[in-house]
Protein backbone atom coordinates (compact mmCIF):
# COMPACT_ATOMS: atom_id res chain seq x y z
CA UNK A 1 0.00 0.00 0.00
CA UNK A 2 2.66 2.66 0.72
CA UNK A 3 3.79 2.31 -2.74
CA UNK A 4 0.52 2.46 -4.60
CA UNK A 5 0.66 5.65 -2.48
CA UNK A 6 3.95 6.92 -3.40
CA UNK A 7 2.85 6.36 -7.27
CA UNK A 8 -0.87 8.07 -6.70
CA UNK A 9 1.16 11.06 -5.86
CA UNK A 10 4.04 10.99 -8.16
CA UNK A 11 1.25 10.50 -10.81
CA UNK A 12 -0.82 13.50 -9.28
CA UNK A 13 2.40 15.96 -9.84
CA UNK A 14 3.20 14.88 -13.07
CA UNK A 15 -0.26 15.33 -14.34
CA UNK A 16 -0.73 18.58 -12.67
CA UNK A 17 2.94 19.99 -14.20
CA UNK A 18 1.26 18.63 -17.76
CA UNK A 19 -2.20 19.91 -17.57
CA UNK A 20 0.08 23.67 -16.20
CA UNK A 21 -0.98 26.66 -18.46
CA UNK A 22 2.39 28.50 -17.84
CA UNK A 23 5.33 28.20 -20.94
CA UNK A 24 7.97 30.22 -20.73
CA UNK A 25 6.59 33.17 -23.25
CA UNK A 26 7.91 33.93 -27.07
CA UNK A 27 8.08 36.64 -29.31
CA UNK A 28 8.34 35.83 -32.53
CA UNK A 29 9.41 39.14 -35.27
CA UNK A 30 7.43 37.66 -37.58
CA UNK A 31 4.38 39.14 -35.09
CA UNK A 32 5.88 42.40 -35.00
CA UNK A 33 5.88 42.81 -39.22
CA UNK A 34 9.17 41.10 -40.28
CA UNK A 35 8.56 39.18 -43.76
CA UNK A 36 11.90 37.16 -43.96
CA UNK A 37 12.34 37.77 -47.37
CA UNK A 38 16.43 39.26 -47.43
CA UNK A 39 15.33 42.16 -49.01
CA UNK A 40 13.26 44.47 -46.31
CA UNK A 41 14.60 46.34 -43.42
CA UNK A 42 13.43 44.31 -40.46
CA UNK A 43 15.35 46.25 -38.12
CA UNK A 44 11.97 48.54 -36.42
CA UNK A 45 9.93 44.38 -36.12
CA UNK A 46 13.22 43.30 -34.14
CA UNK A 47 13.51 46.52 -32.07
CA UNK A 48 9.85 46.36 -31.14
CA UNK A 49 9.91 42.31 -30.35
CA UNK A 50 12.77 43.12 -28.40
CA UNK A 51 11.08 45.52 -26.23
CA UNK A 52 8.60 43.13 -25.35
CA UNK A 53 10.68 40.62 -24.63
CA UNK A 54 13.43 42.37 -22.26
CA UNK A 55 10.37 43.96 -20.34
CA UNK A 56 7.91 40.77 -19.93
CA UNK A 57 7.94 40.11 -16.44
CA UNK A 58 7.40 36.01 -16.72
CA UNK A 59 10.36 34.24 -16.35
CA UNK A 60 12.86 33.30 -19.60
CA UNK A 61 11.49 35.06 -22.49
CA UNK A 62 12.43 34.20 -25.65
CA UNK A 63 13.03 36.33 -28.66
CA UNK A 64 12.10 34.00 -31.51
CA UNK A 65 13.94 34.58 -35.31
CA UNK A 66 12.36 31.67 -37.09
CA UNK A 67 13.89 29.27 -39.66
CA UNK A 68 13.42 29.50 -42.98
CA UNK A 69 13.71 33.00 -43.42
CA UNK A 70 16.25 35.84 -44.09
CA UNK A 71 16.23 39.28 -41.92
CA UNK A 72 17.72 42.45 -43.09
CA UNK A 73 19.44 44.25 -40.37
CA UNK A 74 20.11 47.80 -39.98
CA UNK A 75 22.82 48.83 -37.40
CA UNK A 76 20.78 48.86 -34.07
CA UNK A 77 21.37 47.85 -30.03
CA UNK A 78 19.63 45.49 -27.96
CA UNK A 79 19.61 47.39 -25.35
CA UNK A 80 18.97 45.93 -21.00
CA UNK A 81 18.52 45.30 -18.39
CA UNK A 82 15.54 42.90 -18.58
CA UNK A 83 13.23 42.33 -16.22
CA UNK A 84 14.19 38.24 -16.53
CA UNK A 85 17.28 36.93 -14.83
CA UNK A 86 17.73 34.83 -18.33
CA UNK A 87 16.71 36.14 -21.62
CA UNK A 88 17.02 34.07 -24.90
CA UNK A 89 17.43 35.05 -28.58
CA UNK A 90 17.07 32.14 -30.66
CA UNK A 91 18.18 32.20 -33.95
CA UNK A 92 17.14 29.68 -36.33
CA UNK A 93 17.03 31.26 -39.34
CA UNK A 94 19.72 33.94 -41.27
CA UNK A 95 20.26 37.39 -40.18
CA UNK A 96 22.02 39.57 -42.79
CA UNK A 97 23.33 42.81 -42.96
CA UNK A 98 22.79 45.17 -45.69
CA UNK A 99 24.69 44.21 -49.02
CA UNK A 100 26.98 47.51 -49.33
CA UNK A 101 28.69 50.11 -47.77
CA UNK A 102 25.92 53.01 -48.90
CA UNK A 103 23.76 50.71 -48.37
CA UNK A 104 23.81 50.71 -44.36
CA UNK A 105 21.81 53.21 -42.58
CA UNK A 106 23.39 54.52 -39.29
CA UNK A 107 20.91 55.84 -36.36
CA UNK A 108 22.33 59.03 -34.64
CA UNK A 109 22.42 57.42 -31.18
CA UNK A 110 24.71 54.92 -32.44
CA UNK A 111 28.32 55.09 -33.05
CA UNK A 112 29.68 52.91 -36.36
CA UNK A 113 31.89 50.64 -34.82
CA UNK A 114 29.40 47.88 -34.55
CA UNK A 115 26.28 46.63 -36.46
CA UNK A 116 24.75 44.64 -33.74
CA UNK A 117 25.25 45.48 -30.22
CA UNK A 118 24.07 43.71 -26.86
CA UNK A 119 24.36 45.75 -23.64
CA UNK A 120 23.83 45.38 -20.35
CA UNK A 121 21.96 41.85 -20.09
CA UNK A 122 22.64 39.66 -17.90
CA UNK A 123 21.76 35.85 -18.01
CA UNK A 124 21.54 36.13 -22.22
CA UNK A 125 21.95 33.35 -23.67
CA UNK A 126 21.94 33.36 -27.63
CA UNK A 127 21.59 30.38 -29.81
CA UNK A 128 19.29 28.28 -32.37
CA UNK A 129 21.58 26.69 -34.97
CA UNK A 130 20.81 29.64 -37.61
CA UNK A 131 23.39 31.87 -39.62
CA UNK A 132 24.65 35.45 -39.46
CA UNK A 133 26.11 37.30 -42.37
CA UNK A 134 28.18 40.44 -42.50
CA UNK A 135 28.26 40.80 -45.78
CA UNK A 136 31.71 42.01 -45.41
CA UNK A 137 33.35 41.82 -48.43
CA UNK A 138 32.46 45.93 -50.06
CA UNK A 139 34.17 47.00 -46.01
CA UNK A 140 37.11 45.02 -47.31
CA UNK A 141 37.60 46.42 -50.66
CA UNK A 142 37.50 50.04 -48.93
CA UNK A 143 39.78 48.92 -46.51
CA UNK A 144 42.31 47.27 -48.80
CA UNK A 145 41.33 51.12 -50.91
CA UNK A 146 42.19 53.10 -48.15
CA UNK A 147 39.00 54.58 -49.19
CA UNK A 148 36.65 54.10 -46.19
CA UNK A 149 34.90 57.13 -44.29
CA UNK A 150 34.98 55.33 -40.97
CA UNK A 151 36.36 51.95 -39.44
CA UNK A 152 35.08 48.87 -40.25
CA UNK A 153 32.30 47.34 -38.22
CA UNK A 154 32.90 44.91 -35.65
CA UNK A 155 29.54 42.58 -36.42
CA UNK A 156 28.18 41.33 -32.77
CA UNK A 157 29.52 43.34 -29.68
CA UNK A 158 28.83 42.60 -26.04
CA UNK A 159 28.91 44.78 -23.58
CA UNK A 160 28.33 44.44 -19.62
CA UNK A 161 26.36 40.90 -20.54
CA UNK A 162 27.05 38.79 -16.72
CA UNK A 163 26.91 35.29 -17.43
CA UNK A 164 26.86 35.40 -21.18
CA UNK A 165 25.52 31.73 -23.24
CA UNK A 166 26.44 31.78 -27.22
CA UNK A 167 26.08 28.60 -28.71
CA UNK A 168 24.91 26.86 -31.97
CA UNK A 169 25.39 29.42 -34.32
CA UNK A 170 26.92 30.09 -37.89
CA UNK A 171 28.98 33.35 -38.13
CA UNK A 172 30.19 34.50 -41.48
CA UNK A 173 31.88 37.81 -43.33
CA UNK A 174 31.94 40.04 -40.76
CA UNK A 175 33.08 44.05 -42.33
CA UNK A 176 35.57 43.43 -38.97
CA UNK A 177 36.15 40.98 -36.06
CA UNK A 178 32.92 38.39 -36.01
CA UNK A 179 32.25 38.52 -32.19
CA UNK A 180 33.95 40.92 -29.73
CA UNK A 181 33.47 41.06 -25.91
CA UNK A 182 33.63 43.79 -23.68
CA UNK A 183 32.97 43.83 -19.73
CA UNK A 184 31.59 40.56 -19.52
CA UNK A 185 31.83 37.84 -16.81
CA UNK A 186 30.92 34.37 -17.15
CA UNK A 187 30.32 33.85 -20.37
CA UNK A 188 29.97 30.17 -22.15
CA UNK A 189 30.57 30.63 -26.17
CA UNK A 190 30.53 26.98 -27.40
CA UNK A 191 29.72 25.34 -30.43
CA UNK A 192 30.44 28.18 -32.80
CA UNK A 193 31.59 27.86 -36.79
CA UNK A 194 33.18 31.07 -37.92
CA UNK A 195 33.92 31.65 -41.23
CA UNK A 196 35.75 34.52 -43.47
CA UNK A 197 38.61 34.24 -46.52
CA UNK A 198 41.77 34.32 -45.26
CA UNK A 199 42.75 37.66 -46.98
CA UNK A 200 39.69 39.58 -44.84
CA UNK A 201 41.49 42.15 -42.98
CA UNK A 202 41.21 42.67 -39.31
CA UNK A 203 38.27 39.77 -39.13
CA UNK A 204 38.98 38.43 -36.02
CA UNK A 205 36.79 35.36 -34.66
CA UNK A 206 36.51 36.43 -31.14
CA UNK A 207 37.95 39.66 -29.25
CA UNK A 208 38.09 39.54 -25.61
CA UNK A 209 38.40 42.69 -23.17
CA UNK A 210 38.19 43.46 -19.61
CA UNK A 211 36.41 40.47 -19.22
CA UNK A 212 36.71 37.25 -16.46
CA UNK A 213 35.70 34.11 -16.19
CA UNK A 214 35.17 32.95 -20.03
CA UNK A 215 34.74 29.69 -21.45
CA UNK A 216 35.22 29.31 -25.09
CA UNK A 217 35.20 25.62 -26.57
CA UNK A 218 34.48 23.19 -29.18
CA UNK A 219 34.35 25.71 -32.43
CA UNK A 220 35.43 25.86 -35.43
CA UNK A 221 37.17 29.45 -36.43
CA UNK A 222 38.26 29.59 -39.76
CA UNK A 223 39.21 33.76 -40.71
CA UNK A 224 41.90 36.28 -42.25
CA UNK A 225 42.73 37.53 -38.53
CA UNK A 226 43.04 36.19 -34.96
CA UNK A 227 40.80 33.15 -33.87
CA UNK A 228 40.78 34.54 -30.94
CA UNK A 229 42.61 37.59 -29.51
CA UNK A 230 43.11 37.87 -25.66
CA UNK A 231 43.09 41.70 -24.81
CA UNK A 232 43.14 44.07 -21.75
CA UNK A 233 41.75 43.80 -19.25
CA UNK A 234 41.27 39.81 -19.29
CA UNK A 235 41.95 37.38 -16.83
CA UNK A 236 40.88 33.73 -16.26
CA UNK A 237 39.79 32.64 -20.07
CA UNK A 238 39.82 28.98 -20.72
CA UNK A 239 40.35 28.57 -24.55
CA UNK A 240 39.30 24.17 -25.26
CA UNK A 241 38.63 22.56 -28.32
CA UNK A 242 39.15 25.14 -31.18
CA UNK A 243 40.25 24.17 -34.16
CA UNK A 244 41.74 27.61 -36.16
CA UNK A 245 42.95 27.61 -39.75
CA UNK A 246 42.94 29.57 -41.51
CA UNK A 247 44.18 32.62 -39.69
CA UNK A 248 46.40 34.17 -37.43
CA UNK A 249 45.82 31.69 -34.43
CA UNK A 250 45.11 32.32 -30.63
CA UNK A 251 46.71 35.61 -29.69
CA UNK A 252 47.60 37.02 -25.87
CA UNK A 253 47.78 41.05 -27.39
CA UNK A 254 48.94 43.01 -28.93
CA UNK A 255 49.32 44.87 -25.33
CA UNK A 256 50.73 48.16 -24.74
CA UNK A 257 50.17 50.11 -27.89
CA UNK A 258 50.97 53.80 -27.90
CA UNK A 259 52.37 53.58 -24.92
CA UNK A 260 49.10 52.15 -22.81
CA UNK A 261 49.70 50.26 -19.20
CA UNK A 262 47.33 47.38 -20.29
CA UNK A 263 47.85 43.35 -18.89
CA UNK A 264 46.24 40.14 -19.26
CA UNK A 265 46.76 36.85 -16.83
CA UNK A 266 45.42 33.43 -16.11
CA UNK A 267 44.83 32.39 -19.66
CA UNK A 268 44.89 28.15 -20.63
CA UNK A 269 44.69 27.19 -24.30
CA UNK A 270 44.61 23.38 -24.20
CA UNK A 271 43.73 20.85 -26.81
CA UNK A 272 44.03 23.33 -30.00
CA UNK A 273 44.49 22.52 -33.43
CA UNK A 274 46.46 25.33 -35.63
CA UNK A 275 45.70 24.25 -39.29
CA UNK A 276 47.41 26.95 -42.02
CA UNK A 277 47.65 29.59 -39.55
CA UNK A 278 50.11 32.68 -40.12
CA UNK A 279 50.88 32.06 -36.79
CA UNK A 280 50.26 29.12 -33.72
CA UNK A 281 50.13 30.19 -30.01
CA UNK A 282 51.39 33.85 -30.03
CA UNK A 283 52.14 36.35 -27.33
CA UNK A 284 52.78 39.70 -28.49
CA UNK A 285 53.58 43.43 -26.86
CA UNK A 286 54.64 46.91 -28.39
CA UNK A 287 57.51 48.48 -27.35
CA UNK A 288 56.68 51.28 -25.37
CA UNK A 289 53.87 50.00 -23.32
CA UNK A 290 53.71 48.90 -19.76
CA UNK A 291 51.75 46.37 -17.61
CA UNK A 292 51.57 42.58 -18.10
CA UNK A 293 50.88 39.13 -19.64
CA UNK A 294 51.91 36.50 -17.03
CA UNK A 295 50.48 33.12 -15.95
CA UNK A 296 49.51 31.85 -19.38
CA UNK A 297 49.27 28.61 -20.84
CA UNK A 298 49.29 27.05 -24.25
CA UNK A 299 48.78 22.89 -24.03
CA UNK A 300 48.15 19.80 -26.19
CA UNK A 301 48.35 21.98 -29.27
CA UNK A 302 48.80 20.28 -32.92
CA UNK A 303 50.10 22.45 -35.17
CA UNK A 304 49.69 21.66 -39.06
CA UNK A 305 51.98 23.81 -41.39
CA UNK A 306 51.62 26.32 -39.38
CA UNK A 307 54.01 29.73 -40.33
CA UNK A 308 54.89 30.55 -36.70
CA UNK A 309 53.86 28.14 -34.67
CA UNK A 310 55.23 29.07 -31.64
CA UNK A 311 56.18 32.89 -30.46
CA UNK A 312 56.62 35.33 -28.11
CA UNK A 313 57.10 39.15 -29.51
CA UNK A 314 57.90 41.79 -27.41
CA UNK A 315 58.82 44.32 -29.85
CA UNK A 316 55.73 43.89 -31.75
CA UNK A 317 56.11 47.07 -34.25
CA UNK A 318 59.35 47.63 -32.33
CA UNK A 319 60.93 51.61 -32.01
CA UNK A 320 62.91 52.92 -29.04
CA UNK A 321 61.81 52.98 -26.16
CA UNK A 322 62.79 52.37 -22.63
CA UNK A 323 59.47 50.84 -21.46
CA UNK A 324 57.93 47.13 -22.14
CA UNK A 325 55.14 44.78 -21.12
CA UNK A 326 56.54 42.76 -19.16
CA UNK A 327 56.00 39.03 -20.01
CA UNK A 328 56.14 36.44 -17.62
CA UNK A 329 55.19 32.53 -15.94
CA UNK A 330 54.51 31.26 -19.87
CA UNK A 331 54.00 27.74 -20.69
CA UNK A 332 54.23 26.07 -23.81
CA UNK A 333 53.52 22.55 -23.30
CA UNK A 334 52.88 19.24 -25.23
CA UNK A 335 52.62 20.93 -28.59
CA UNK A 336 53.71 18.83 -31.66
CA UNK A 337 53.46 19.49 -35.65
CA UNK A 338 54.59 20.81 -38.65
CA UNK A 339 55.70 24.42 -39.53
CA UNK A 340 56.04 25.34 -42.87
CA UNK A 341 58.70 28.04 -42.43
CA UNK A 342 62.09 27.69 -40.96
CA UNK A 343 61.32 29.55 -37.41
CA UNK A 344 59.13 27.02 -35.36
CA UNK A 345 60.14 28.67 -32.46
CA UNK A 346 60.41 32.53 -31.98
CA UNK A 347 61.12 34.01 -28.26
CA UNK A 348 62.15 37.85 -29.12
CA UNK A 349 62.43 39.92 -25.69
CA UNK A 350 62.97 43.25 -24.53
CA UNK A 351 66.44 43.75 -23.60
CA UNK A 352 66.11 45.63 -20.15
CA UNK A 353 63.00 43.75 -19.00
CA UNK A 354 63.38 40.48 -20.49
CA UNK A 355 60.74 37.62 -20.43
CA UNK A 356 60.92 35.14 -17.23
CA UNK A 357 60.02 32.08 -16.16
CA UNK A 358 59.15 30.51 -20.31
CA UNK A 359 58.57 27.39 -19.84
CA UNK A 360 58.61 24.55 -22.68
CA UNK A 361 58.13 20.72 -22.11
CA UNK A 362 57.68 18.22 -24.28
CA UNK A 363 58.14 20.61 -27.84
CA UNK A 364 58.17 18.45 -31.09
CA UNK A 365 57.81 20.35 -34.51
CA UNK A 366 59.21 19.59 -37.42
CA UNK A 367 59.67 20.93 -41.39
CA UNK A 368 55.81 20.70 -43.40
CA UNK A 369 58.36 20.87 -46.67
CA UNK A 370 61.38 18.38 -45.46
CA UNK A 371 63.62 21.91 -44.22
CA UNK A 372 65.51 21.87 -41.17
CA UNK A 373 63.19 24.14 -38.80
CA UNK A 374 65.29 26.57 -35.83
CA UNK A 375 64.39 28.21 -32.77
CA UNK A 376 65.74 32.09 -32.10
CA UNK A 377 65.83 33.84 -28.99
CA UNK A 378 66.86 36.47 -27.12
CA UNK A 379 66.76 38.38 -23.93
CA UNK A 380 64.49 34.99 -22.32
CA UNK A 381 64.83 33.29 -18.83
CA UNK A 382 63.57 29.95 -18.36
CA UNK A 383 63.32 25.81 -18.78
CA UNK A 384 63.61 23.63 -21.97
CA UNK A 385 62.70 20.17 -21.48
CA UNK A 386 62.51 17.74 -24.42
CA UNK A 387 62.64 20.69 -27.27
CA UNK A 388 62.64 19.40 -30.75
CA UNK A 389 64.07 22.38 -32.19
CA UNK A 390 66.80 22.76 -29.56
CA UNK A 391 66.06 26.11 -27.95
CA UNK A 392 69.64 27.71 -27.47
CA UNK A 393 68.79 30.58 -24.69
CA UNK A 394 67.04 28.53 -22.38
CA UNK A 395 68.22 25.98 -19.97
CA UNK A 396 67.84 22.47 -20.91
CA UNK A 397 66.63 19.68 -18.68
Known amino acids: MKFQFVSFVMF ?6 AASPYTSPSFNVLDYGAVGNGKNDETRAFMDAWKDTCSEVHDNPTLLIPKGKTFMLQPMWFQGPCNSATIYIKIEGTIIAPNNIKAWKWPNNIDRLTWIRFIEISGLVVYGGGLIDGKGASWWDCYSNTKC ?9 FHACENLILRQLTHINSPRNHISLNACHGSHISELHIIAPNESPNTDGIDIAESSNIIIENSKIETGDDCIAINHGSSSIDIVGIFCGPGHGISVGSLGRNGAQESVEKIYVRNCTFNGTTNGARIKT ?6 YARKVTFEDIIVIEANNPVIIDQEY ?6 YAVKVS ?3 FRNIRG ?7 IQLHCDEALSCTNIILEGINITSSIGEEVHASCKNVNGICTSCIPYVPCLFQE
Open 286 to 291: WIGGQG
Open 338 to 344: TSISKHA
Open 12 to 17: VVVAAA
Open 317 to 322: NPYDSV
Open 329 to 331: DVT
Open 149 to 157: ESENPTALH
